[in-house]
């Protein structure tokens, strides 16, 4: 009996620990090789049920064509050549049409990059400073320093992605950069609904539900959908846009969510489905938000600690009933000493196939699976040293 009882205490706390070990590589930015089609497959399956948000909600200005040339300083203040930044003269004058409606826009997320000051800038500052539901964006430098805009005291937000170092694209997103820099689709999520989220450890308490800080974004809406002519999300340059009388730029902006900057140009990235432009995965990462996608309840919990139990199981028990089955599929040589791996590696994926499509979140199947393997390696090496 005793033997039993500490039998089970090792496999429950195996698990509980395996458990952490799978929260802590969910906050790391990249993801392994063969982690990849596993997550586009289950995830190109629940999109083609997607519910596409309500068009009529948004409005998309581009900038992408819509730039001015100005002096570019070094690092001692003194002008080296030129560089192309949006048009700020532009921007000053849309924003003084948004301020003389009647019904401003719900909010706006401007995914611009303000960092260096031109003349246009008095202006542009005066119109931000009527803004109440404005956002800008801000950046980190190449040494992880925010670079705040230059307009001190309006409203901003990290708009940075979690960059993959195995892949060059962005496949996670972050909602709370080192436990306190909070990115952009948070902060405006909470000022549309008048609450603070709190960060801790892993998770993201936002309102009354508890989400993961790093997640793989369910996409609503792709680059492709904003180039479509029929989907009603066709985003309109900034400089054709001022063509039109004032009050029918206040029309088009009137209660709807307006996001600007470069649709099409020189803020693109690769994620999971394709290349997409920046304001585009902010608006996917709002909505993921908005959505409760990647809530954290109980049953979660609850079903990863009975996965992992039996996974632990596998390792603290000889001739495991599965792995036995599994063995038989194959006689080459290296097989005895890959089955092990891929018997938990088969019931991980078979493990994160549920926690998607029930909670929406993938699991980092493959790390966890050599976890395991060099666990029952090891359990199994002890065996042999203590019997022997």
Not at 65 to 93: C, H, M, S, W
Request: proline share 2%; net charge negative; charged share 20%.
């Amino acid at each position: 009996m005793g033997r039993r009882i500490l039998l089970y205490s090792a496999i429950v706390s195996h698990a509980i620990g395996m458990i952490v070990f799978t929260l802590y590589l969910m906050k790391l930015p990249w993801l392994a090789s063969d982690e990849k089609f596993l997550i586009w497959s289950t995830s190109a399956l629940k999109f083609s049920s997607r519910e596409m948000p309500a068009s009529e909600d948004f409005a998309f200005i581009n900038t992408s064509f819509d730039l001015q040339l100005i002096d570019r300083y070094d690092e001692f203040g003194f002008p080296v050549g030129n560089q192309v930044i949006t048009d700020r003269e532009k921007l000053a004058q849309l924003f003084g049409v948004i301020n003389s409606g009647v019904v401003k826009p719900k909010y706006i997320f401007c995914d611009i990059h303000f960092m260096d000051s031109t003349e246009s800038d008095s202006s542009l500052y005066s119109e931000f400073k009527e803004m109440d539901k404005i956002i800008l964006s801000a950046h980190l430098n190449q040494y992880g320093e925010l670079e705040e805009p230059v307009f001190k005291g309006i409203n901003y937000g990290l708009s940075d992605y979690v960059i993959g170092s195995v892949f060059d694209g962005v496949y996670k997103y972050q909602l709370v950069y080192q436990d306190s820099l909070k990115l952009t689709p948070l902060i405006a999520y909470e000022q549309l609904n008048q609450f603070s989220s709190e960060s801790r450890g892993p998770f993201v308490k936002v309102e009354d539900r508890w989400t993961l800080n790093n997640f793989i974004m369910n996409y609503r809406l792709l680059q492709k959908d904003i180039e479509d002519l029929e989907a009603g999300f066709n985003p309109v340059s900034l400089g054709e846009l001022l063509f039109l009388e004032d009050a029918d730029i206040q029309d088009f902006l009137a209660d709807k969510i307006v996001f600007i900057g470069d649709f099409f140009e020189n803020d693109m990235h690769e994620t999971l489905f394709e290349i997409t432009s920046g304001p585009l995965i902010l608006l996917n990462a709002f909505l993921t938000i908005k959505e409760g996608d990647t809530i954290i309840n109980g049953w979660f919990f609850l079903l990863m600690l009975i996965a992992y139990s039996y996974f632990s199981y596998m390792v603290f028990v000889e001739g495991d009933y599965m792995e036995k089955k599994i063995s038989k599929l194959g006689s080459v040589a290296a097989t005895k000493y890959l089955i092990g791996f891929a018997s938990y590696l088969l019931f991980l994926t078979i493990l994160s196939i549920l926690t998607f499509f029930l909670f929406n979140i993938h699991l980092n199947i493959f790390f966890v699976a050599l976890a395991y393997y060099v666990s029952d390696k090891l359990v199994g090496w002890g065996r042999n040293l203590l019997f022997s």
